[in-house]
Every structure is written in structure tokens, then in C-alpha cells.
DNA sequence: TAGCGTTGTAAGCGTGTGCTTACACAAGGG
DNA sequence: CCCTTGTGTAAGCACACGCTTACAACGCTA
């Protein structure tokens, strides 16, 4: 899609206008169709898919909401626009075994940009009724199914998805919940207790204690106090 | 208010005309109010708080919408009434090691009456924005909080946290997502795998089957909810 | 019978929603 | 200049929601 950064900021003043209202601003129908996608993450992220409101939306990017309509024609579309961004492509790049960690820590970070937003709507709307129609749900059947292959015993699918209902709960008691202390806790200490305990559940997951050969960029190991109960003493 | 005990009984023919059809039904406000709780538990267990609608509810109940205000005074009223039915008391009167057990098959169950209701009010309302007030939420927070006890471990509550999370997800891939094979699973399959995987962060739980280390696989055995392990064999 | 409080009902109020319509600007070309 | 095309805006439509109000039907007591 419309990935591209357009050189229109020349007559922006790079945004720093901090409110983005309607005084000078040019007019540049990729910078509006980006600036509402942007603001439909945030706002269905933080609300969830029913209870944001394209008045909402329109008002956090700055726009009129008739040119939501404009641009894309229904708020369902919209979110399905949301959703489809880059979106699929982590999960289907991400070997198996490591993407459950990867979807935790995902799960954990919460705040890292658009990723985390898709989660977050995802989480956000579980619950609606009809609510998030399709595309929603397929994010999650997206992870389901590529965890699902992990295991190759009878019950393999339901080991996986007991896996992927935990991944789930923990998010929704960290985004949505808000629980403490689980939802400002070490993400690394949760990480280590989810995958230990699931070394029973998914032998095949890298468990809990030091990685083979699994190198993760993240390196996010600044937990101070890390006990870490190794899966092998 | 108004507590009111009518022995009205005596002219009610057991409401068995089935229909709930506003023919001959005679006027009795305790009747009537008890149907519109009813109906209140099924509507937002099925559809979530924010979905369901007063219209529906009145509907559901055979009754005017107009009642459901005399009577309640509010939606919200409503749902904290349809909350508390008896509630609660499950929670303070199971032994803390069983209560993750006997919470889960509740999970499992569904379709078991008002206490499941209660359960899937929870779970499909979690996502709402503001959504379900407090009274939904604090069923969330009595289980978490009689969990959060089991560990003495400094992170205890952290760990009984995550357990409270598993739960809370696993019940919404199977009443909300309705993903296979997990939403037909058998209940028993499911719980064995749980406290199996669960005996490594709340050692205190009974665990599943016989408790060595990496014994698994037979799985199913374990007989439904008869066996009661003792917390230290 | 009339009176009176209780139970039930029809109609509607105010608001918020997704979405539409009619129109005001800006640029480019004849 | 006018005309067309793309971009933005104000006003509003139709409807569903939670909730209210005015009023009818009933059951009881006097």
C-alpha cells in the first residue's frame, strides 16, 4: 500500500503545530488518508471498535469526518484498513517456535507503535457483540493456526490454544484490566514464568531458561533482579 | 427501597403458560420482576452489557421496557442486580486451592445456569470502553484476590495473577471466539493440561494426576472433578 | 358503588451514532 | 474569464439508544 513518505512536508511545518488544526495546513489528501489511519489506530486501541466513534477519530486527526467517509467509505472499512496494515506479515515471518515469545512480548510491550495498536484492538473487541466483524477475529486465527502447527501430537491444536488463551488473558489483564501488579510487571518476568510453565504444555517452545541459539535483537534482558528458575537446573 | 414481600402466590398459577404471551397474565410485580432479572442475566451473557439493550431485555421478558425502569431504575441498576444474585459467595466459601479448579470448570461448563451467566457478563463486557461499571469488574478482582493469596512467594500475586489470566482467557476462546477444537474440548482434557502446566508457577494447586516431573501424555485420565488431591499428599 | 394505590402500556423526549448531502475553496486548462 | 477536478467543510438525515411521561387497566378497601 501507500507505504511511502510523500515530500509534501516541505510546506509542513513538520508538524511541530502540535495540534494539527485546520489553520494553514495544505492541501494533501495522502498526508489526510495517513493521518486518519493513524488516528483510527489510536483511538480504536484505546476504546475498542464499537465504543470509538468516527467523530472521535476525525477529531484526534484533525479532519472533518465527512472525509473519513470520503476516504473510505464506512468505519468497518476502516478498521479493516487499521488492521491490514503491514499486518500478517509478522506472524508469517516469524518461525513458529519462536513466535509465541514474540507474540507475549508483544503483548507486553504495549505502546510500541502500530503492532502493539492492532493488539490492542484486538483485545479491545473481543468482547463486542457482533463487534469486530471479520478482520479482527482473523488476527487472532492467524496466530492460533501458526501456533497450532507447533505441536504434532493428537491434542496438539488444543495445547496450542491453550497456549494462545493465555497469551490473550494476559493481555487483556495488562491493556485492558489493568490489574496490578501484573500490568506494570517485569515483562521478562512474566515471560519466564509463561514459558516455563508451558514447557509442559509445548515442549517445543524455547522455554524459559537460557536461550539456544535464539538471538532476538530485543535484548531486553535489563531486568535487574532476575531470578529466571531455570526450566533445568 | 421498597424490600416488599408480597405472598401474592397464592393467585399465580406457577407461571407455566410458557409463552410469556401478555394475554391472561395476571399482575404480579414479583413474577414480573423476576422474569426481567431473568431475562436481563440471558441478554447481557449473550451480547455483553454494552451490546444488550433495554428493548431487548423487555422483549426477552414479555414485559414493557417501561417496567424495567420502574423497577430497576437504570440499566446499570439492572446489571448490578443481575450481578449479584447470590454471587460472591461461591468465591468466599471454596477453599483457596480449589478455587482455580472449581473456577475453571465453571469456565468449562457453560451453559449451567445463572453462575455461568455471570461469567460470560464478565467475559463479554471486559473489552467494553468504560463498559461494565464496577460491578463487573469486581468479579473479576474477588477471584484474583482469593487467588493472589495461595502464594507466599514474593511474587505470588504476580503468579496468581497470570493463573487468573489463563482462566480469564481460556473462557473467552470458548464462550466469545468459539474456537475449535477448545470450544468443544473436553473439559476434563482441558483442566488436566491446565494444572499441569500450572503446578510449575502455584505449586499449591492441586495439580493434575500424579505429581512427578515430566509426566504427561496419558493426559485424560484423571478422573472428572472426584479425585480432590489433597494440597500435600 | 366510588375511591385509591399498584401494575402495565403507548408514545415520545433528548441525545448520540454512522453516514449523506450540498456547498465553499483551491488549482489547472480552455 | 469560466469550467472542471480534487480537497475540505457545515449541516443534517434516519435511526437506535436510555429514559420519561401521561394514561389505562386492575385489585383492593370502604
Known amino acids: 500500500m501507500d507505504g511511502g513518505e510523500y515530500t509534501r512536508d516541505q510546506h509542513r511545518s513538520a508538524g511541530a503545530a502540535a495540534g494539527g488544526e485546520p489553520q494553514g495546513r495544505p492541501r494533501d489528501a495522502r498526508e489526510t488518508r495517513a493521518r486518519i489511519l493513524r ?30 467517509f470520503r476516504y473510505f467509505g464506512s468505519k468497518q472499512a476502516l478498521l479493516t484498513e487499521v488492521m491490514a496494515q503491514d499486518g500478517k506479515e509478522q ?15 508483544g503483548v507486553l510491550a504495549e505502546g ?25 477475529r482473523a488476527l ?48 521478562d518476568a512474566i515471560c519466564t514464568h509463561v514459558l516455563t510453565a508451558l514447557d509442559r504444555l509445548l515442549p ?12 532476538r535483537g530485543a535484548g531486553a534482558d535489563s531486568g535487574a533482579g532476575e531470578e529466571r528458575p531455570g526450566v533445568r537446573p
Not at 53 to 68: E, H, K, P, S, Y
Not at 91 to 105: I, Q, W
Open 39 to 68: 488516528a483510527a489506530g489510536a483511538v480504536f486501541a484505546e476504546r475498542g471498535y464499537e465504543a470509538a466513534t468516527v467523530r472521535d477519530i476525525a477529531a484526534r486527526a484533525g479532519v472533518n469526518q465527512a472525509l473519513i
Open 91 to 105: 506472524v508469517s515471518s516469524t518461525p513458529p517456535e519462536l513466535l509465541f515469545e514474540t507474540a507475549l512480548r
Open 112 to 136: 510500541g507503535g502500530a503492532d502493539a495498536d492492532r493488539l490492542a484492538v484486538y483485545l479491545r473487541s473481543i468482547g463486542g457483540a457482533d463487534a469486530a466483524p471479520e478482520t479482527v
Open 140 to 187: 487472532g486465527e492467524e496466530y492460533a493456526a501458526a501456533l497450532a502447527a507447533l505441536s504434532e501430537a493428537e491434542d496438539g491444536t488444543l495445547r496450542a490454544q491453550l497456549a494462545m488463551a493465555w497469551l490473550l488473558g494476559i493481555g487483556l489483564m495488562r491493556v485492558v484490566v489493568r490489574q496490578e501488579p501484573l500490568a506494570t510487571a517485569d515483562p
Open 204 to 215: 517445543v517452545l524455547p522455554g524459559a531458561g537460557p536461550r539456544p541459539g535464539a538471538e
